[in-house]
Each structure stands twice: as C-alpha cells, then as structure tokens.
T-cell receptor, first 112, second 115 residues
Framework: QQQVKQSPQSLIVQKGGISIINCAYE??????FPWYQQFPGKGPALLIA?????SEKKEGRFTISFNKSAKQFSLHIMDSQPGDSATYFC???????????FGAGTRLAVHP | EPEVTQTPSHQVTQMGQEVILRCVPI?????FYWYRQILGQKVEFLVS????????KSEIFDDQFSVERPDGSNFTLKIRSTKLEDSAMYFC?????????????FGPGTRLTVL
C-alpha cells in the first residue's frame, strides 16, 4: 500500500514532442505528489508538485494531471527539449514531514 | 539560493570498515532525511530525523546504521561495518514543512563504493 507505481521505464521522444509519464498509488493518506528530475551523478531536484485538491497544475512546459478517484497522476512535458533528457521520479507522502515514497523512475531521452 | 551540501562526493571503503557520510542541511530546516539509491534503481528512504531524534526508519536502516546531528549544522550517517550491498548513492535531504511547502531539498549525494 506504500508503493507508487511508475511507467514507462524509459521513453524516447523527438524534440518538440510531448513526454507523458504516469504514476499510480494506493495509499489514500497521501496528500502531496511531487515530481523530481535527476541528471546523472546529481541529486533529485523538485520539478513540480501537486496536492489532491486540484486536478491540474502547470508550470511552464511542465504539467501535472491528477485524478483522485483513479489514484493516478501524470507528468506532461510539452515541447520536449534535449536538455530535458534525465530520469524523472514521481513520489508521494503525507503530512509534509513524512518520508517520500518514490516511483521506479522513467529515463527520458529527447532526440534532436 | 540555499542548498544541501554533502561530503565526501565519493567514498571508497573496504568491507567491514566504518564510514561516516556528512551533510549540511539548509539552515532553517527542521526535518532531515537520508535516502539511498542503488545504481539504476529508485530512491529509497532510510531514516528521518526531527528534534534530535529519529522520527521514522525503514527496514533497511538496521543496527549497522546510525544518524547524528552533532552540532547545529551537520547531520551524519554512520555505517558501522560496511557490506558490499551498501554500495549506493546516499542522499541527504531537508525540509521545513508548514510554510506552504512540503518540498524536500536533496543534496548532490555521496557515492559509496564498498570493495
């Protein structure tokens, strides 16, 4: 029940295309859903996050869509660029201070 | 912009040796965490620390592991007798929830290699 399931494992997108990564969770106590971006040899960096009181959040080219009833959320990267090539992790936790539960990660490659 | 720092960036040790990984969290943060990431795998929670005590630990965090905040700035992870399977990236994170953000800020990591 603590798991966060993420798909796909890897994704190849052409420059300018839309990258879509999906996550699903079971624990209804989760109330915070961040996406982290990780470049090789670096720590995860917060990209965008959402709470379940909204269905969508957009920041620049990055959008989170949240479906509370289905217990799913997804990251959309519009106009994908080669610089977006990285590993993306979804995560979830509850009450702010608790541990983050990470998905397995999606390795995104954006080809020019 | 404030950031979490970690030292060393890479630590090589022999199996059975003790290692101490060091972290300086963001100065006004209250919660501190250690996570690890085995090469190519997901990030896994190890332990959280608040008010000078462990608030939660995972089953990975057995008696070989300990954490300490020896002064007002450092946060350390000690592995008493390293095993080959301890080889991983270890990330320190910190947060200050309650100010409208749950964000956990991660450091750059320490790559631990156990030979």
């Amino acid at each position: 029940q603590q798991q966060v399931k993420q798909s796909p494992q890897s994704l190849i997108v052409q420059k300018g295309g839309i990258s879509i990564i999906n996550c699903a969770y079971e624990n209804t106590a989760f109330d915070y859903f961040p996406w982290y971006q990780q470049f090789p040899g670096k720590g995860p960096a917060l990209l965008i996050a959402i709470r379940p009181d909204v269905s969508e959040k957009k920041e620049g080219r990055f959008t989170i869509s949240f479906n509370k009833s289905a217990k799913q959320f997804s990251l959309h990267i519009m106009d994908s660029q080669p610089g977006d090539s990285a590993t993306y992790f979804c995560a979830a936790n509850s009450q702010g201070y608790n541990k983050l539960i990470f998905g397995a990660g999606t390795r995104l490659a954006v080809h020019p | 912009e404030p950031e979490v720092t970690q030292t060393p960036s890479h630590q090589v040790t022999q199996m059975g040796q003790e290692v101490i990984l060091r972290c300086v969290p963001i100065s006004n943060h209250l919660y501190f965490y250690w996570y690890r990431q085995i090469l190519g795998q997901k990030v896994e929670f190890l332990v959280s620390f608040y008010n000078n005590e462990i608030s939660e630990k995972s089953e990975i965090f057995d008696d070989q592991f300990s954490v300490e905040r020896p002064d007002g700035s450092n946060f350390t992870l000690k592995i008493r007798s390293t095993k080959l399977e301890d080889s991983a990236m270890y990330f320190c994170a910190s947060s200050r929830p309650g100010q409208g953000s749950n964000e956990q800020f991660f450091g750059p990591g320490t790559r631990l290699t156990v030979l």
